[in-house]
């Protein structure tokens, strides 16, 4: 082994503490980039393969009632590849032991075989038998959350009419990886439910023989879905559909793409912060440790060793550093997101799921860290090698004294002899003091940007949940009904009061703009469901317009006064023009509000409801479940506290789970930044405080001068890593807002006084480290002039 490499292993072992505070501050960057890529990756490689082997349609057509003949004429269109009529419908389950209502929707199969479109993976059992009415398939969430297993029963209420399936086989599907109700943001597997049975077993239950409601579409390689969109729209007018449907208006396909969308920002903009944090304090951290080398670096000097045998002997200690850092980050990404891989697996339901790290990643890691390392060693070790050996071993000069302007004024005449002390030094050496305080406050900052991520996730859960939803139950009928049900609704046991709305699905447009979702009309002033405003004071329906969620609004670039068109999807499928009246802010999802009263007679109908909101008495919510189970015309019956327990505890699996992972790595990245600008610190001024010691100053008043300055500095880190906190905060609101929520940007004190608590206790970890360190300076061989 050379000279340089046992000094190298030397300075390893002495720096061993800086070495792995350096590398625990790259590791935090690698790991951010490493747990997001390799989820992303996961994610998208398991949705392409799913979707590849079961044949997921491109395109989805819903219509009241079609004849199975017309298919036939529709496959000769121009960009089909391939065509599956089907029978689709809602249904009500009872399931032995379990009491709270039950919705869910059954599809239909051929007879005894797997669809060509949306075929099932099957997790156990088999599909139905051939000609066997009595048989169907369950979602594996489903059957998983009541313990149920082929030859298993439910009770199931199929248009009106009671029956029972017997469970053939457990299966999954590429049209529901999500598998939550159509009115649900997130899935209840134990109130929810997809069933699969044979297609001549649905339609006789549902009225259906020798008819569709459904048909799916797969594109030829080149065709243009919406040119094959309009003419299906033309061919099945007639029969009531709604609209064309692409993957990305399917519930199941759309929270996936966001979620992964989302997994894309997070990959983009968290690593970004986290390496650009690291690469800068590490260019600082090793500029200053490579600075503290300047004798040892001149005695090499002086043995004949060249310059750049000196520079690859500091660069390849930063280089085992980095090498370190990479190697912890990828460990602890990999193991992180394999963690995150079964929360993902328990949400989104793949045939398979794999993780792997990018090979790419990692080297893309190694890169930014590796070219951050080089950076920070390069000027500071060609500046100390290129100095004479001769110069570089006589200590520097001592600087020339003169009161700074501080000490001039009265409040610098009032300070004691240490704080001035620490005064000059950080007043001489601003550059130096102005790192480190940029060192500490970009920590900060990251510091306050997960703790945003807690604060804020619970403030737009409350609102949602505590101001704008107020029912307990929202009810949502099989079709429209007359509005007198409200007051059989009124006299059902535990019914405190109800409120009627009407949904119609609808194409909004503006310019050459369009999005496709709901109208909703409800009372002038809803109190069941409130509509807020920025403010989060409740609004009042204005009488001649729509109002629109202020997200949507911009997706369309309308504003207030502008003029909507409006192409209603179901009946007569009108198309309505109307003035975009008023702007409503909601943190989830994105909507359309009108008066029911007018939407119902611009639809040219009476006084229609979609579904009712109840608010009712807790202790007779049971006895109100089984009587609204025995309303035929009641399709879905769904609880907002249970809606509410699934969307926190998806936040606190995902988001939360983020944020706290973040916390952690930037706490790691403050105690790395601050302990090594303690030592370095130290190592500099060893000679000046054992000077002082010499003098007479007792250890507790040299501890106070160097503790002292790790105070000054932190104090003046705080307020700047709030302001990086607010910018680094207000970047991922952005990245993370989507028509299905938005993060409010809530910056509460909580958030300020996290960071700056999570900076102070770092300092104080510090502050005891440097204390036993100070307890053993050698002030004897510190004070050895260098001959």
Do not use: C
């Not at 003949?69 to 529709?74: F, I, P, S, T």
């Not at 007879?111 to 000609?131: M, T």
């Not at 992180?336 to 339901?349: D, K, P, T, V």
């Not at 939407?599 to 909101?613: D, F, K, M, T």
């Amino acid at each position: 082994m050379s000279t340089l490499h046992r000094k190298l292993l030397r300075d390893l072992l002495r720096l061993k503490g800086q070495s792995l505070a350096i590398a625990a501050v790259i590791a935090s960057g690698v790991m951010t980039l490493i747990l997001a890529v390799t989820t992303l990756d996961a994610l998208t490689r398991a949705q392409s393969d799913f979707y590849a082997s079961h044949h997921y349609p491109d395109l989805f057509v819903d219509v009241k009632r079609a004849p199975l003949g017309l298919v036939d004429h529709l496959q000769t269109l121009d960009g089909v590849s391939r065509m599956a009529p089907r029978v689709r419908a809602g249904v009500r389950l009872a399931v032995t032991g379990f009491d709270d209502p039950v919705r869910g929707q059954i599809l239909s199969l051929p007879d005894g075989r797997q669809p060509s479109l949306n075929r099932l993976h099957l997790v156990a059992g088999s599909l139905p038998e051939a000609g066997r009415a009595d048989q169907a398939v369950v979602s594996d969430a489903f059957a998983e959350a009541h313990g149920l297993a082929p030859g298993d029963t439910l009770e199931a209420i199929i248009d009106g009419r009671q029956t029972r399936l017997r469970l053939s086989g457990i299966a999954r599907s590429p049209e529901v990886i999500y598998q939550a109700a159509p009115t649900d943001l997130l899935p209840d597997y134990q109130r929810y439910a997809t069933l699969w049975m044979n297609e001549r077993a649905l339609a006789n239950a549902f009225g259906m023989e020798g008819a569709f409601n459904q048909l799916l579409v797969t594109l030829q390689p080149g065709a243009d879905a919406a040119t094959l969109g309009n003419e299906l729209d033309q061919a099945l007018a007639r029969y009531g559909a709604t609209g064309t449907q692409t993957r990305h208006d399917q519930q199941s396909h759309r929270f996936l793409e966001e979620e992964l969308a989302q997994q894309r920002a997070q990959a983009a903009i968290l690593p970004t912060i986290f390496l650009a944090v690291s690469a800068f304090l590490l260019n600082v951290v090793m500029g200053r440790i490579i600075r503290t080398q300047r004798e040892p670096l001149a005695m090499l000097k002086a043995f004949g060793y060249r310059d750049g045998e000196l520079a690859r002997h500091y660069g390849l200690l930063a280089g085992l550093i980095v090498l370190l850092g990479w190697a912890l980050g990828v460990a602890l990404g990999a193991w992180a997101a394999r963690g995150l891989g079964g929360i993902y697996a328990e949400y989104f339901r793949f045939a398979e799921m794999h993780f792997r790290v990018p090979a790419w990643a990692m080297a893309l890691a190694l890169g930014v860290a590796g070219i951050a390392a080089l950076l920070g060693t390069w000027h500071a070790v060609w500046r100390a090698v290129r100095e004479p050996p001769a110069a570089a071993m006589r200590p520097p000069a001592p600087q020339r004294f003169r009161r700074t302007w501080l000490e001039r004024s009265a409040l610098g005449r009032g300070l004691g002899h240490e704080a001035r002390i620490v005064l000059r030094h950080l007043l001489r050496h601003p550059a130096k003091a102005g790192l480190s305080v940029a060192g500490i406050a970009l920590s900060a900052g990251l510091l306050m940007m997960g703790a945003y991520q807690l604060g804020a996730v619970d403030k737009m859960l409350d609102q949602q949940y505590r101001q704008v939803m107020r029912m307990d139950i929202e009810l949502t009928f099989s079709e429209v009904t007359p509005a007198r049900a409200a007051g059989e609704l009124r006299h059902q046991p535990g019914v405190l009061a109800v409120e009627t709305w009407r949904r119609v699905p609808v194409t909004l447009m503006h310019e050459h703009r369009e999005y496709r979702t709901s109208l909703l009309g409800t009372e002038a002033q809803p109190q069941l469901r409130q509509i807020l405003d920025i403010d989060g004071h409740p609004q009042a329906l204005p009488g001649d317009g729509v109002m629109l969620t202020r997200f949507l609004a911009e997706l369309l670039q309308a504003e207030v006064g502008d003029t909507l068109e409006i192409a209603v999807l179901d009946g007569r499928r009108q198309r309505l023009t109307l003035p975009l009246a008023a702007l409503v802010d909601e943190p989830i999802g994105v909507g359309a509000y009108l008066q029911r009263d007018s939407l119902n007679a611009l639809l040219g109908e009476g006084p229609a409801i979609s579904g009712a909101w109840l608010l009712v008495d807790p202790d007779q919510a049971d006895r109100l479940h089984r009587a609204l189970h025995q309303l035929p015309r009641v399709a879905g019956i769904g609880l907002l506290s249970e809606a509410e327990r699934g969307i926190r505890d998806y936040m606190d699996e995902t988001i939360l789970m983020f944020a706290l992972v973040f916390v952690a790595l930037a706490g790691s990245i403050a105690f790395g930044v601050i302990y090594n600008n303690a030592r370095i610190t130290f190592a500099e001024r060893a000679r000046e405080l054992a000077t002082l010691r010499v003098l007479g100053y007792t250890r507790s008043e040299v501890a106070r001068i160097l503790l002292g300055e790790i105070a000054l500095i932190t104090a003046l880190a705080i307020p700047l890593g709030w302001l990086i906190g607010i910018g680094f905060s207000a970047l991922l609101n952005q990245a993370f807002s989507n028509d299905l929520f938005r993060v409010p940007l809530v910056l509460t004190p909580y958030a300020f006084g996290f960071a700056a608590a999570g900076v102070i206790a770092a300092s104080l970890v510090v502050a005891v480290l440097v204390i036993r360190r100070l307890g053993r300076l050698d002030m004897i061989g510190v004070l050895k002039a260098v001959e």
